[in-house]
Every structure is written in C-alpha cells, then in structure tokens.
C-alpha cells in the first residue's frame, strides 16, 4: 500500500507570490490534515478536509487555504507569501479523522521563502 | 497554549542503554499520542494510549500514561542507533475550541551513539 505522498519535497519562493503544495493520501484514507512545523512555532495544526469539506482549522491567517478533491487528494494554497512562512508543511491521512484513529504523515514539503 | 511539554529537550546515550521521555500536557485528553521524525522528514507513528488506559507496549516501546499528573513516558529499551530521531507527543484533547485535531508537544531529540 502506497504512503501518503507530498509533492513537490522542496519550494524556493520569492515574498509575495502565492504557492500550491499537494498531497495524496493513502488509499481509502477520507481525512486529511495538514501541519505546519518551524523551529520556532513547533508543529501547527492548519487544517482537515474530510469528504472534500473542511472540517476542522487551526488559527492561521486567510492566506492560508486548502481544498480537497472528489479522490480525497489535497491541496493548500499560500497566497502572498512571507518570509515566515519558510517552513516544513506535513500532510497526514487517516482512515476518518475521528477520535482515536492513526494518522499516517507524508515526507513533508520544505518551503523557503526569500 | 494546550501545547505539550517534553522533557528532555536533548539526550544521548550509548547503544544498548533505555531512553526514557516525558510529556506533559495541561488538559484532560481522549487519547495521547507518540510519533518519531527522522531529520526534517515526516512523521512515525508509534503508539495511541487512551485516556483509559495506565500502560502500553509495542515491540522495544513502551509508554505509560498518568492522567492524574497529566504526564506520558515512553521508554524506548535497548536502544540501536536507528533509534536516533525526535519524538513528540500528541495529544487529542478534551474540549478544544479551536478544532484542533493534535496537540504536539516541543519533541525529544534522542541521539544514540553506536
């Protein structure tokens, strides 16, 4: 059975431009988080799609976004960026989200912003 | 901020010696939650404890929890340098307002001399 798979693994972007970063969960999987981690900020819950909805968010600005397909694939979105969004953003999947379920967590996306 | 503490920060051992880490947590929780992270890779999960649970063993892991004192051990035995890696714990706790899925802790840097 195929892990969770983040793509692209490492994003160069200049400040203010906007970024996509993906995720494809394992199969079967309908939950998706995502994560942010940082040196500083440690690991930050940024939000949940679950059958395409998002079910649960963190405390993050609006310019951080996300969506989640028919194929429970997802995608976050982060417009205008700043220098402190330089970060690892982890993408985890899990059978349905709910209390006491397992979530398995892809390799991660490193985003540098300069 | 519900933000698990772990303790230590940092520690080194000899191969074939017990590393043991703890967490502490502020609020009541449904489950809690170990995970290792290889170099700015994606997290493992290791092992889910419920809030009803005192004791649980996963191969050379194992991990106590006390909601009394709202404080989780893991004690790795007979540790090899594969061992060499964060930890963090996770917790799912009650009564959240933000929808937050997990809580993750600060991380133990275990590193394991061969």
């Known amino acids: 059975k195929a892990g969770v798979t983040q793509t692209p693994r490492y994003l160069i972007k200049t400040r203010g431009q906007q970024v996509t970063l993906s995720c494809s969960p394992i199969?079967?999987?309908?939950?998706v988080s995502w994560y942010q981690q940082t040196p500083g900020q440690g690991l930050q819950f940024l939000f949940e799609y679950f059958s395409e909805t998002q079910r649960n968010k963190g405390n993050f600005p609006g310019r951080f976004s996300g969506r989640q397909f028919s194929n429970s694939r997802s995608e976050m979105n982060v417009s205008t960026l700043e220098l402190g969004d330089s970060a690892l953003y982890l993408c985890?999947?899990?059978?349905?989200?709910?209390?006491?379920?397992?979530?398995?967590f892809g390799q991660g996306t490193r985003l540098t912003v300069v | 901020s519900q933000q698990g503490e772990e303790d230590p920060q940092a520690l080194s051992i000899q191969e074939g010696e017990n590393a043991t880490m703890n967490c502490s947590y502020k609020?009541?929780?449904?489950?809690l939650q170990w995970y290792r992270q290889n170099s700015g890779r994606g997290l493992v999960h290791l092992i889910l404890i419920r809030s009803n649970e005192r004791e649980k063993h996963s191969g050379r892991l194992r991990v106590t929890l006390d909601t009394s004192k709202k404080s989780s051990s893991l004690l790795i035995t007979a540790s090899r340098a594969a061992d060499t890696a964060s930890y963090f714990c996770a917790t799912d706790w009650i009564g959240k307002s933000s929808g937050d899925k997990l809580t993750f802790g600060t991380g133990t840097r275990l590193a394991v001399r061969p």
């Open positions: 609020t009541s929780i449904n489950n």
């Open positions: 985890a999947s899990s059978l349905w989200g709910g209390r006491d379920t397992e979530a398995f």
């Open positions: 199969s079967g999987h309908r939950s």
